[in-house]
């Protein structure tokens, strides 16, 4: 049997919409009988002497094992299909708040029940951190708190964390035309994992990542309180600004700083098969000097997908696509580009001009202009479209040498199945000092690498060998990547860098892969994590740890 690997994250972030048939055929999940009933009553309990909510109102919204609903809930917002699994654990209880008055007695009813809380907020972590947990747990899913109330005059929007990328991008849209906010290009991505975790999108290169553009939050720490930036203290601010979310509490809300766009951008994505005789290495080349130094208005973002060849039977080679964002007109790109990159060949006719929103919409899914979508689109939610994933990370300081490249292209020929995105940076990257934010990957890195592979065979052999495929290109790529720390980035999330248990040796293990996240970060966030958290309640496989007292 040949295993079908499916490329996703090259033209679309919509790939994954093809192959939610599956789910009809798909195994159920293994539900303890009547595990649910007894603690749903007493939590239910516990909920209405901590909140103000009637009895019947939280009832509706509290879901355990026996509920028809646990599923749907459950599903609606996982997206790995990885951890859909039968034998993966299940939390014992869903509970869905509607106010921060239900995030704060979740808090104190989860301690008293002893159960861990996994905050989701869109589901898109890429190892099921959101709803995945060893210990008995509860998912705290965040979906209904998704306001996004936009005040163009001060530029500045309150965004509750289960509001999607998509809708706050609609939102601003609908109050102005001028102003946008740099974040993901996949509309469906939640706000909460997303700027809790760094994010990142097209704009980077001209203001920063989501976390630089962030004035203030609201987040209910261990006690119950609710806090905002005054009353929580620049430090845990700080924290939950790209250390992640989960470690240090439930955040409700955070306030973001809007950015200027043109009236008018451009966007296109221009494809290279690597066999036409134009040199592979030299086009890739070209991209490594001219995507992270250009001007801070163009995002030029590089795909490398191992292909079959069209020219040669059976022969596998790997395309490349340069996929990017001008915040400019096309004519003043394409001189741009003719100057710095003419192996791209880049023509006023490859450039399509277009508001802001219709250029996230493109991003979204290149075919959406000629559809005629509209930015209703991006209030979509895609529920319940999950596939087969695996991500990794890495960070490239130093130009891949043409011997390197060569060597990189053969490997990913050979394995067949895994693909690149390469994300430029400079520009305002290099400008913000590497501990202004817990994420460190600022100046000298000229670019992120994600590993990307889908596939759509339920089997573990086959998520055996996709996974171990991405971690033997991962080996063929130490040479050409950051090292000591090999650095990573959180919001890609990737277990095998390191996993806690949470027992004697939790330090030791946190330190593994939070250097690797947060270099030198990592010691101020966990003497963050032990003042606020000293107990370690919000844990989670790759949280941050608290300092081992001495003993
Ligand atoms: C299709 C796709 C496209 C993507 N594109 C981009 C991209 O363009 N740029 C980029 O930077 N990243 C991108 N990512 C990665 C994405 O930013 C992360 O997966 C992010 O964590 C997702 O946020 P979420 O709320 O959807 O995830 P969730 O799975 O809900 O949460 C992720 C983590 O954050 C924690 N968390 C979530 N909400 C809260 C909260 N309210 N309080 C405390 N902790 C919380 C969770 O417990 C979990 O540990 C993409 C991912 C996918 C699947
Ligand atoms: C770019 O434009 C040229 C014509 O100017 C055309 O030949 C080429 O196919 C276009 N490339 C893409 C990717 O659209
Ligand atoms: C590429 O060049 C080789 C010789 O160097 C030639 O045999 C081959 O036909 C060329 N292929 C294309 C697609 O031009």
Redesign the pocket.
């Given at each position: 049997m040949t295993l079908n690997a499916k490329i996703t994250?090259t033209k679309s972030?919509l790939g994954?919409l093809s192959y939610a048939f599956l789910l009809l055929t798909f195994s159920t999940f293994a539900v303890a009988e009547n595990a649910g009933p007894a603690i749903r009553a007493s939590f239910h309990k516990c909920l209405t002497q901590n909140t103000k909510t009637a009895s019947e109102e939280l009832s509706k919204i509290i879901f355990d094992q026996s509920n028809s609903n646990f599923n749907t809930v459950f599903q609606n917002?996982a997206?790995n299909k990885r951890y859909m699994i039968s034998k993966t654990p299940k939390p014992l209880l869903i509970f869905t708040p509607l106010e921060e008055s239900h995030v704060q007695g979740a808090v104190i009813c989860a301690k008293t029940h002893k159960l861990q809380i996994?905050?989701?907020?869109?589901?898109?972590?890429?190892e099921g951190?959101?709803?995945i947990s060893k210990e008995p747990f509860m998912i705290l899913d965040?979906f209904n708190l998704h306001t996004v109330t936009v005040d163009v005059k001060n530029e500045k929007a309150v965004v509750q964390?289960g509001a999607t990328l998509g809708e706050v991008y609609y939102r601003i849209w609908e109050k102005s035309k001028v102003h946008g906010f740099p974040?993901?290009?996949?509309p469906?991505?939640?706000?909460?994992?997303?700027i809790?975790?760094?994010?990142?999108?097209n704009m980077l290169r001209k203001y920063g990542l989501?976390v630089d553009n962030v004035i203030d939050a609201q987040?209910v720490d261990v006690t119950g309180n609710l806090l905002n930036r005054k009353s929580m203290g620049e430090d845990l601010f700080w924290a939950i600004r790209g250390g992640?979310?989960?470690s240090?509490?439930?955040?409700?809300s955070f306030t973001i700083k809007l950015v200027p766009v043109p009236e008018k951008v451009t966007v296109f994505s221009v494809e290279k098969t690597l066999e036409t005789n134009l040199s592979e290495t030299e086009f890739v080349e070209q991209w490594q000097q001219v995507a992270p130094t250009t001007d801070d208005r163009l995002f030029m973002r590089l795909l490398l997908q191992p292909v079959t060849s069209k020219v040669v039977k059976g022969m596998k080679t790997v395309k490349t696509t340069v996929m990017a964002l001008f915040l400019g007109g096309a004519d003043e790109v394409v001189s741009i580009l003719k100057k710095e990159f003419p192996l791209l060949g880049l023509t006023k006719e490859n450039c399509t001009e277009a508001s802001w929103i219709d250029s996230v919409l493109w991003w979204n899914n290149v075919e959406s202009l000629k559809k005629g979508e509209k930015p209703e689109t991006l209030l979509n939610r895609n529920l319940n479209s999950a596939s087969f994933l695996k991500r990794k990370s890495d960070y490239v300081q130093k130009a891949i040498p043409k011997d390197g490249l060569e060597e990189i292209f053969k490997s990913m020929a050979e394995l067949g199945d895994i693909g690149f995105v390469f994300n430029p940076y400079g520009g305002k990257m290099g400008e913000i000092s590497s501990d202004a934010t817990p994420f460190p990957h600022r100046k000298g890195n000229l670019f992120k690498v994600q590993y990307s592979v889908n596939w759509n065979d339920p089997t573990t052999e086959a998520a055996q060998k996709f996974t171990n495929d991405a971690k033997r290109l991962y080996s063929v790529m130490t040479p050409y990547v950051s090292k000591n720390p090999r650095g990573a980035?959180l919001?890609?999330?990737d277990l095998d860098i390191g996993v806690n248990n949470f027992g004697s040796n939790s330090f030791e293990e946190g330190k593994v892969y939070g250097t690797k996240y947060f270099n030198a970060n990592f010691d101020r966030l966990v003497d963050i994590k032990t003042n606020v958290d000293p107990d370690n309640f919000f844990r989670?496989d790759q949280g941050i740890p608290v300092r081992p007292t001495k003993s």
């Open positions: 994250m972030c994954n917002l997206r996994r905050v989701r907020s869109g589901g898109h972590d890429y951190v959101s709803y965040m964390v974040a993901g290009v996949c469906t991505v939640g706000a909460g994992g997303h809790s975790g760094g994010g990142y999108g989501s987040i992640g979310g989960a240090f509490g439930v955040i409700v980035f919001a890609y999330r989670n």
